[in-house]
């Protein structure tokens, strides 16, 4: 039998795994990134890392048949070139080459969040459709397109930036240097700062006293408090679901996706998310109730999706 290896690079781990041909997991590994090394640096990172997972593995670089790679910034697939990822400080950076020439195998690389919706794709919440549009809510907003089964990446890489479509005209500064972008609403981010002036704002609610049993406040704070009773917490994830359900809206009214599989530690929060979600999102949909929209689910591989996804790509 013939193995994968899938890198999911991010700006604070490398994590990699070996796969067998239908993307299970045997064996993953991961080390702390080397933010302040160039394209050389990194790369023998990932290579040393595939060699150490291989080996704890108990498989030999013999029998794998091909690596991918994820990396968080815009990529040219077709190169292996790494566009621009700010993050780690890379720049028209020949990732795929160096890590190609280094361990003798083909070497594909995708955007990670294209990696993480090819994980679910292939083996997680949406491997019973052809098209999905994944959205991952975390520090930012990310998205991961797969069109028809194949991962869809824009012109050299760089689509999918759905966390950068504008939903309040003027609105909330957003890092990118836009004003409205549905990543200043919809992200854990924003949710932790909308909780914070909040407290600010209602100091006898109950988010405060949730704040100071947990030690911080966090994207759960506000679930949290709501579930209480809280009135004030209510209002808050009211409001974040209102952002939220218009991102969603806009996706499918765009693509018309057989699934929306969303990823991020906001998703632990299961039903109190979904349901008034989906109520919200359908509402909105071009059609109305006369139209079939897609599926809205939770993500099922959670931080694996973007190991499983990069070492799929041979099948993309």
């Known amino acids: 039998m013939k193995?994968?290896?899938?890198?999911?690079?991010?700006?604070?781990?490398?994590k990699a795994g070996v796969t067998d041909q239908q993307g299970k997991i045997l064996l993953k590994y991961s080390v702390k990134t080397n933010k302040a090394g160039d394209a050389n640096v990194i790369s023998e990172q990932i290579v040393g890392l595939c060699h150490e997972v291989c080996k704890k593995?108990?498989?030999?670089m013999d029998e794998i048949a091909s690596v991918g790679i994820g990396i968080p910034g815009t990529v040219?697939?077709?190169?292996?070139?790494?566009?621009?990822?700010?993050?780690?400080?890379?720049?028209?950076?020949?990732?795929?080459?160096?890590?190609?020439?280094?361990?003798?195998?083909?070497?594909?690389?995708?955007?990670?969040?294209?990696?993480?919706?090819?994980g679910e794709f292939v083996s997680g919440s949406g491997k019973?459709?052809?098209?999905?549009?994944?959205?991952?809510?975390?520090?930012?907003?990310?998205g991961g397109i797969i069109l028809n089964g194949k991962p869809w990446d824009g012109m050299e890489?760089?689509?999918?930036?759905?966390?950068?479509m504008v939903i309040d005209a003027g609105g909330e500064p957003?890092?990118?240097?836009?004003?409205?972008?549905?990543?200043?609403?919809?992200?854990?981010?924003?949710?932790?700062?909308?909780?914070?002036?909040a407290i600010e704002q209602h100091p006898e609610s109950l988010l405060r006293k949730v704040m100071e049993k947990t030690g911080k406040i966090s994207a759960k704070t506000a679930f949290d408090a709501m579930r209480m009773g809280d009135t004030v917490a209510k209002e808050l994830v009211d409001r974040y679901l209102f952002y939220l359900s218009e991102g969603i809206a806009n996706i499918i009214n765009i693509f018309a996706p057989e699934a929306v599989i969303l990823g991020g530690g906001v998703c632990n929060e299961g039903d109190a998310l979904l349901v008034p979600l989906k109520k919200l999102v359908y509402q909105k949909c071009y059609g109305g109730n006369k139209i079939r929209h897609a599926d809205i689910k939770i993500a099922a591989l959670g931080n694996d999706a973007g190991i499983v996804g990069a070492a799929m790509l041979y099948n993309a």
């Open 3 to 14: 193995y994968h290896l899938g890198v999911d690079l991010g700006g604070t781990n490398i």
């Open 57 to 60: 593995a108990g498989i030999s």
């Open 76 to 118: 040219d697939a077709e190169t292996g070139m790494v566009i621009y990822a700010n993050n780690l400080h890379l720049d028209d950076a020949p990732v795929g080459k160096i890590v190609s020439e280094a361990l003798g195998k083909p070497v594909l690389l995708n955007n990670d969040a294209s990696c993480a919706a090819f």
């Open 128 to 142: 019973e459709y052809r098209s999905i549009v994944m959205v991952t809510l975390g520090t930012g907003v990310g």
């Open 157 to 164: 890489g760089s689509g999918g930036e759905i966390g950068h």
């Open 174 to 197: 957003c890092t990118c240097g836009r004003t409205g972008c549905w990543e200043a609403y919809s992200s854990a981010t924003a949710l932790v700062r909308d909780t914070r002036l």
